[in-house]
């Protein structure tokens, strides 16, 4: 489950997605919602953030306005070393500070040649 935040920036980004797709096709509300076999109040959930369609009914959306749907999930690369996290989150605290320690020290030492 999405935290609340996100989900509600989610739902309207998905909101807006939906509003200029249908809008680009130019259909109304009404149409889309008669091509979906939905209603129009149900299109206006979604497009202003109140519901979420499916996946499968995104596809559905995006397909009556002329559009492809092209929903890729991929990991995200911060280039963060998750291994070296996990690895610092087994050890005691104690060993966290003493490690940090040692790495200060070398930065220092780096910093000065």
Do not use: K, Y
């Not at 490690?99 to 910093?111: H, P």
Request: charged share 25%.
């Amino acid at each position: 489950m999405l935290p609340g935040s996100l989900r509600t920036r989610l739902d309207s980004d998905l909101g807006e997605v939906i509003r200029d797709a249908r809008r680009r096709a130019g259909l109304s509300q009404t149409e889309l919602a008669a091509a979906l076999g939905t209603t129009q109040s149900v299109v206006s959930r979604w497009e202003r953030g109140h519901d979420t369609p499916r996946a499968d009914t995104l596809v559905a959306i995006l397909r009556a306005c002329g559009f492809e749907a092209d929903l890729v999930m991929r990991s995200h690369d911060t280039g963060v070393d998750r291994a070296q996290i996990r690895a610092m989150l087994r050890m005691a605290p104690e060993a966290r500070v003493a490690s940090s320690a040692n790495v200060s020290r070398m930065l220092a030492t780096a910093r000065r040649a």
